[in-house]
């Protein structure tokens, strides 16, 4: 192998991990909601795209950077996923899986069809400052909106760590997860704790979408795409491990990227699903994921 | 006083006679406006205006936007009626669309930018029998099937290639430089296919002076395309050749740019992307120099200068190119084909269509003609450079506007500004 093709494989692999950080982000928040309430979210795409769209209006309207936006849009989408859980989704919880579904891709038909209605099918992306620049490291280029992208994804994924371990709150929905009876038994208002663990799933997808416009256009019919990728991120992971989202995230990023290169750029996808394929026939819990989730 | 207002037979026949005057008597006039050009030919302009290619679909319906203005400019005695359809940038629709046009009473069909759409615009017109003027696709097969109503004003795929190809040799003769190598990167979808088959057939035949080194292909609807540019920069061609469309020209020389990458040229064997308004606005500095080797409006025609007036004027902040150039073709090969058959039967407008010979219009190259498969042979490549934020004739030298850059100059060079 000469030193131009090791180069190559390492910057790759570099994009790779940046990228799957963000989509690691992205699908926590399926993977928070999932691990607490056993509700599967179908309409994460298209709360991502919206968290894009918030994103990218702020840039276009208020000349806001997605990045200074993000916390704003995350918080709306708290307050938007908890009223959401406490109208419409609690009264699911336990009913045959079924009837989740159908509520939550009405719910994702609704948003991309408001998203049509209000911005149209065209795409639209922001512009920055940082848009042409990158970081050299040795050898190695860093796309910097990428690297800014990425170490955003890593905060944010600390501070949810942060609120699981160490905040009572967190404790809480983490007992309320391990043993839905005995929370109910000591007191803990598990309700609430649904709602708020919701809030907290919408934030994740609410943040992932701000910094996700930072790096490509958003478009409505982006939505079924990202579900996809989300799902494919936590089953290889393991549906409702935090650490197996990020690392299904890294995983998926890492493989398209490296195919890419390998192989034919238009058919990094197939290994992505290729790689899913290999989890599920070899360890269908994912990677970190527990037996019977 | 009542039985004034009685309903009686008389009153019946009076009423008939009066009804059948007052819509007989506007007949001489609708039969005289019928002879000198009536505006009664219904033209279904089929264009992507919204979806991926939404900017380059609304480019190409500016150009038809201003037909009968320029008609009239022109003292052409024809005025067209010309509906819009979108396609949304998908061939399903691009066919539901043509369907629905038909239906409405469509006499022509105009369209669809990308070789995909009319394609599909292309079935239902034969099925139907109603004529298409392809305006932009350069799909060869368009005009290869034996179609009895598709006509197309529009480089096939080989085409463009040899078109560019030949300003390609033109281009290293006059700046002396030729590169040594080069790296095609293409979209895979129906056009860029057609133009990496034509180029893999054609370039050994073509005695090139610089070895064509890997050929990268990437999906239409790619979001990111560093792994691609990534692959393109290892090979350490002296030159980039996109097939690309406009985001995915964006999303590449975006990628150049970061990962510091700089050929001698990036000049693209006959493709849009790189000469659109929309790519020059937000690549700023970093879109000048680029070159593409494509059909361009011919300044010293009449028309084009007419219809340039009309576009100023109405389009102030948009840039005229070959997608509204190409697109008010179609229309003026609709008028004067609709002129020669003075009929909106679709039988007598293909014959028209046929024999049609249009000297003034507004592309370079010799007059519009089709051939026998419906294809106009007559057009001509122009090598386009974007200079000043504008896309500006450099080669053949006859028509050049602006002086050659070449090599172009690397990214942080004093001269992007």
């Known amino acids: ?293 | 006083m009542t039985n004034q207002y009685r309903f009686t037979r008389r009153r019946l026949g009076q009423a008939a006679l009066a009804g059948a005057a007052a819509l007989g008597a506007p007949l001489p006039l609708r039969h005289a406006l019928a002879q000198s050009g009536p505006a009664d030919l219904k033209v279904a302009l089929l264009l992507p205006t919204s979806g991926a290619q939404a900017q380059i679909g609304q480019a190409c319906k500016r150009g038809a936007d201003l037909a009968n203005a320029v008609f009239a400019d022109m003292k052409m005695p024809v005025k067209l009626d010309i509906v819009n359809y979108d396609t949304e940038t998908k061939p399903d629709v691009a066919r539901t669309q043509a369907e629905k046009a038909i239906e409405a009473g469509a006499h022509v069909l105009v369209g669809a930018f990308d070789s995909g759409q009319t394609i599909a615009i292309a079935q239902v017109a034969e099925q139907r029998g109603i004529p298409l003027i392809v305006n932009i696709a350069a799909a060869p097969q368009i005009t290869e099937q034996g179609y009895k109503f598709v006509v197309r004003n529009f480089p096939t795929a080989p085409m463009l290639i040899g078109g560019a190809f030949a300003l390609h040799k033109e281009i290293f003769k006059a700046s002396g430089v030729t590169p040594k190598t080069a790296v095609l990167m293409s979209i895979n979808d129906t056009f860029g296919t057609a133009m990496i088959g034509g180029i893999k057939a054609m370039f050994p035949k073509l005695d090139m002076p610089y070895q064509l080194v890997d050929i990268i292909s990437y999906d239409p609807a790619a979001k990111d395309l560093s792994i691609e540019v990534a692959k393109a920069k290892a090979t350490k061609a002296d030159m980039l050749m996109p097939v690309c469309r406009l985001n995915d020209a964006k999303l590449m020389i975006q990628e150049l740019v970061k990962q510091r990458w700089e050929p001698m040229a990036v000049m693209n064997p006959g493709s849009p992307g790189l000469y659109e308004q929309d790519f020059l606005k937000t690549m700023g500095k970093y879109g000048e120099f680029h070159i593409s080797n494509v059909p361009w409006l011919d300044p010293k025609s009449a028309m084009t200068q007419s219809l340039e007036k009309q576009h100023a004027a109405k389009f102030a902040r948009d840039q005229l190119d070959l997608n509204g150039g190409f697109t008010f073709e179609a229309m003026l090969i609709a008028a004067q084909a609709w002129l020669a058959a003075k009929s909106t039967k679709p039988d007598a407008l293909m014959a028209a269509l046929r024999g049609l010979k249009v000297d003034q219009h507004v592309m370079v190259g010799g007059p519009i003609q089709f051939d026998a498969k419906g294809q106009n042979v007559n057009i001509v490549a122009a090598a386009v450079q974007n200079l000043k934020r504008k896309p500006t004739v450099v080669m053949p030298k006859a028509s050049a506007a602006a002086e050659l850059v070449f090599p172009e100059p690397g990214w942080n060079d004093k001269r992007r500004t």
Not at chain 1, 105 to 110: P, S, T, W
Not at chain 1, 131 to 139: A, T
Not at chain 1, 154 to 175: P, Q, Y
Not at chain 1, 210 to 220: E, N, Q
């Open chain 1, 1 to 293: 192998m000469t030193s131009d093709f090791l180069l190559s494989l390492a910057q790759a692999i570099t994009k790779g991990l940046l990228t799957g950080m963000v989509y690691g982000l992205m699908a926590l928040g399926l993977s928070v909601i999932f691990g607490v309430m056993r509700v599967v979210n179908f309409a994460h795409g298209e709360m991502m795209i919206v968290g894009m769209y918030l994103a990218w209006a702020g840039s276009e309207y208020l000349q806001v950077s997605p990045m200074l936006s993000l916390p704003l849009i995350a918080a709306v989408f708290f307050v938007a996923g908890y009223a959401l859980q406490r109208g419409m989704i609690s009264p699911f919880i336990g009913r045959p899986e079924h009837q989740q579904f159908l509520l939550l891709l009405g719910i994702a038909l609704v948003l991309v069809n408001v998203c049509l209605a209000v911005v149209g099918p065209d795409s639209h992306g922001v512009q920055l400052d940082s848009q042409f620049d990158s970081y050299e490291v040795g050898p190695l280029v860093l796309d910097a909106v990428r690297l800014h992208a990425a170490i955003a994804a890593v905060v944010i994924a600390g501070l949810l760590w942060l609120f699981f371990t160490h905040t009572r709150i967190g404790k809480s929905i983490r007992a309320a997860a391990d043993n839905n009876m005995g929370a109910l038994v000591v007191g803990l208002n598990v309700k609430r704790l649904y709602a708020i663990t919701f809030g907290v799933g919408a934030a994740c997808v609410g943040a992932a979408g701000a910094l996700m416009i930072t790096i490509i256009p958003v478009t409505p019919f982006l939505a079924a795409e990202y579900t996809l990728l989300a799902f494919v991120i936590v089953i290889v992971g393991g549906l409702g491990s935090m650490t197996g989202a990020l690392l299904g995230g890294l995983l998926i990023g890492v493989s398209e990227a490296v195919a890419g290169l390998l192989v034919d750029p238009s058919l990094k996808s197939m290994f992505s699903f290729g790689l899913l394929i290999l989890v599920l026939l070899l360890r269908p819990q994912g990677l970190l994921g527990k037996r019977g989730t």
